[in-house]
């Protein structure tokens, strides 16, 4: 079995401690790598009023900030033995940035792989930018 490294394990670890997740106690987290070897971890945050921030789009947040536009491989790992999925709006946040080779890796609450996907796997036929007009 393909196995994750360590230093992307612990980014994750690291980052699901930090979850800001008073109302459903989900922690996740999300890791972002560039093609140039970038990682960028994410963690979800709640809010009040339940409209929270997803760990993947935390990380992408800061991917963007540090002014990259491209995913090689996105990890993610929830809290428990089960898979975690990314939500509908963060496989689509994830399109935005992803190429064809692009893989997204989903790890156990313990840090196991469990399951690798394409971009076409995860979100088959996808709207992206290609389909909007030229600027």
């Given at each position: ?52 921030l997803c760990a993947e789009a935390s990380a992408i947040s800061a ?73």
């Open positions: 079995m393909e196995q994750v490294s360590e230093e992307i394990v612990q980014k994750l670890f690291s980052a699901r401690a930090n979850a800001y997740v008073p109302y459903s106690n989900h922690p996740v987290a999300s890791v972002m790598v560039t093609p140039d070897g970038q990682q960028f971890a994410g963690t979800n945050v709640e809010v009040a009023h339940y409209k929270g991917m963007v900030t540090a002014g990259q536009r491209q995913l090689e491989t996105v990890y993610v790992m929830g809290p428990a033995d089960h898979l975690c999925t990314p939500c509908g709006d963060c496989r689509q946040r994830i399109r935005e940035f992803a190429t064809p080779d692009t893989q997204i890796k989903v790890l156990s609450g313990s840090g196991e792989l469990m399951k690798t996907y394409t971009m076409e796997t995860l979100l088959p036929d996808a709207f992206g930018p290609e389909q909007l007009p030229p600027r």
